[in-house]
């Protein structure tokens, strides 16, 4: 067997070892009642659009979760401080 057929035999297997890996470990879940429970803490009241904001931070998506707890009524130093809660695994 040729040396350059080895090499492509052995990257693809590290290739499907490690896939299977990232695939196999569990998800880490987002923490959508500390984001919530914060924004109550700030002055929102409970609703879906404060329960929608947070599945936002969920996401990623920091700026959109921060102006719809804004929009909630949530100051925005506790609005980011939320966003980054729900991003976190829950403790």
Not at 11 to 24: H, S
């Amino acid at each position: 067997m040729r040396t350059s057929t080895r090499i492509a035999g052995a990257l693809t297997g590290l290739i499907l070892a490690l896939g299977g890996a990232v695939l196999a470990a569990p998800a880490a879940r987002a923490d959508i009642p500390a984001c919530t429970q914060m924004a109550e803490q700030a002055g929102a009241t409970a609703s879906d659009s404060v329960t929608a904001a947070c599945s936002r931070g969920v996401v990623g998506d920091l700026q959109n979760c921060v102006n719809g707890l804004t929009g909630a009524g949530v100051p925005g130093g506790a609005a980011t401080g939320a966003c980054r809660a729900a991003a976190l695994e829950p403790r």
